[in-house]
């Protein structure tokens, strides 16, 4: 059996391929105030407002392609059971291969309805008041914002507490419960960070190894090293 593999990926990773994010801009999101943009309180005080602004996301989307980080992690699947879990909404990480992958805080390309969360639809194109789902529901972006419990969570635990080796790629481990994440991995198991501004993470029972890199050049760096061990 092949060992697995569990990668936490943020923002960074995605930042290679022209995927602003609200890290870049003093808290703001494509000159967004993020609350404005990612809270329910936002929506309610302007939904066209939200609606406009990920209907960009998802043009945006079309206009980006998976980077070398996204493609190494693909490639481990030859050697590893690569899970990934991601804190990002894009689908970088499917269309540049890899299987199995865990959205955190939604999907840019799915929307939901606003009085049933498991109302679920895929949503390629614009996205607008009025848009309803077969209740006669107004539909909403299928995104955890700001507030929003984080559904996927308990599936992210139980997959990270079975992992052989846990990668940190991208992220500044600040946002939770996704941060929380790593204080779950099993004591003897190595985790690997990957960030240009690695931050130092208090109270790992872990071996750590840290890449302070880009996550496309980290990444090819973990992908040598643990084809190195594999073999």
């Known amino acids: 059996m092949k060992k697995k593999l569990v990668v936490l990926t943020g923002a960074g990773i995605s930042a290679e391929s022209g995927i602003k994010t609200f890290r870049d801009g003093d808290g703001l999101w494509e000159g967004h105030d993020v609350m404005d943009v990612a809270s329910p309180e936002g929506w309610y005080r302007n939904p066209e407002l939200v609606l406009d602004f990920y209907n960009q996301r998802r043009r945006q989307l079309k206009e980006v392609k998976p980077?070398?980080?996204?493609?190494?992690?693909?490639q481990l699947q030859i050697h590893y059971d690569v899970h990934i879990i991601t804190q990002n909404v894009d689908d970088l990480h499917e269309r540049a291969g890899s299987k199995k992958v865990l959205h955190l805080h939604g999907e840019l390309l799915k929307?939901?309805?606003?009085?049933?969360?498991?109302?679920?639809?895929?949503?390629?194109?614009?996205?607008?008041?009025?848009?309803?789902?077969?209740?006669?529901?107004?539909?909403?972006?299928?995104?955890?914002?700001?507030?929003?419990?984080?559904?996927?969570?308990?599936?992210?635990?139980?997959?990270?507490?079975?992992?052989?080796?846990?990668?940190?790629?991208g992220t500044s481990l600040q946002v939770y419960p996704a941060a929380g994440l790593i204080a779950f991995v099993p004591p003897h198991v190595p985790v690997f960070y990957i960030d240009p501004k690695p931050i130092q993470i208090p109270d790992l029972r872990n071996p750590l190894e840290t890449f302070p890199l880009r996550a496309s050049e980290g990444v090819l760096q973990l992908k040598n090293r643990l084809i190195a061990e594999f073999q």
């Not at 980077?67 to 190494?72: D, L």
């Not at 895929?122 to 008041?129: K, P, R, S, T």
């Not at 539909?139 to 052989?164: N, Q």
Request: cysteine-free.
């Open 67 to 74: 980077n070398a980080g996204h493609k190494e992690l693909a």
């Open 111 to 169: 929307v939901r309805s606003t009085k049933n969360p498991k109302y679920i639809l895929e949503w390629e194109g614009d996205l607008n008041l009025g848009d309803m789902d077969s209740y006669k529901n107004q539909l909403r972006p299928h995104i955890v914002w700001f507030g929003e419990s984080v559904p996927a969570f308990d599936e992210a635990l139980t997959i990270t507490e079975s992992a052989d080796y846990f990668a940190v790629i």
